[in-house]
T-cell receptor, first 114, second 112 residues
């Protein structure tokens, strides 16, 4: 089954404790991205990757890191989480990015930072 | 600066009637528009799209209308079904996924 998986689905952590949210897709997609969803703001792009070893900042990259060492995986790293990073996070993938392709989203990770 | 706006946070309609969800955008560079549907505890899924060279695109019960001069698009669902109850996100792009912008979403409730 074609899918995007994220782990964990729920996470409660404390300020400053490094964490990683994993994302994996099995569709051989070149393009992957991370979004956060906040009430009244919709989905905002954090980082994206057009291919292995190619990543770039989206609209709200501060406080986040990513890496793309393999085509299928695109982890999101919060080196020192803060309460304003409490949000619902989605990983997405698509065939490419040069034109508009529909994106396939993971089920989401709800993160709470206290 | 929200370039894509969905001004109605929620909409409630009766089963069998038409649902109309609206979306406005401010960036005249946007030339491709998409609607995504999201159920609770799931990620958004693609529903329908339209490019700026068209003013209408239809897929079964779902039709998207684009009014470029007004920078407005709408999603029509006819007839509405209880299974359509979800949050609908409007998205717009100048032609690539890197610069995709999403609206805040409209929660549609279809009552039996």
């Amino acid at each position: 089954e074609a899918q995007v998986t994220q782990n964990p689905r729920y996470l409660i952590t404390v300020t400053g404790k490094k964490l990683t949210v994993t994302c994996s897709q099995n569709m051989n997609h070149e393009y992957m991205s991370w979004y956060r969803q906040d009430p009244g703001l919709g989905l905002r792009q954090i980082y994206y990757s057009m291919n292995v070893e190619v990543t770039d900042k989206g609209d709200v990259p501060e406080g986040y890191k990513v890496s793309r060492k393999e085509k299928r995986n695109f982890p999101l790293i919060l080196e020192s989480p803060s309460p304003n990073q409490t949000s619902l996070y989605f990983c997405a993938s698509s065939l490419g990015s040069g034109i508009v392709y529909e994106q396939y989203f993971g089920p989401g990770t709800r993160l709470t930072v206290t | 600066d929200q370039q894509v706006k969905q001004n109605s946070p929620s909409l409630s309609v009766q089963e069998g009637r038409i649902s109309i969800l609206n979306c406005d955008y401010t960036n005249s560079m946007f030339d491709y528009f998409l609607w995504y549907k999201k159920y609770p505890a799931e990620g958004p899924t693609f529903l329908i799209s339209i490019s700026s060279i068209k003013d209408k695109n239809e897929d079964g019960r779902f039709t998207v209308f684009l009014n470029k001069s007004a920078k407005h698009l709408s999603l029509h669902i006819v007839p509405s079904q209880p299974g359509d109850s979800a949050v609908y996100f409007c998205a717009a792009s100048p032609g690539n996924n890197n610069d995709m912008r999403f609206g805040a979403g409209t929660r549609l409730t279809v009552k039996p």
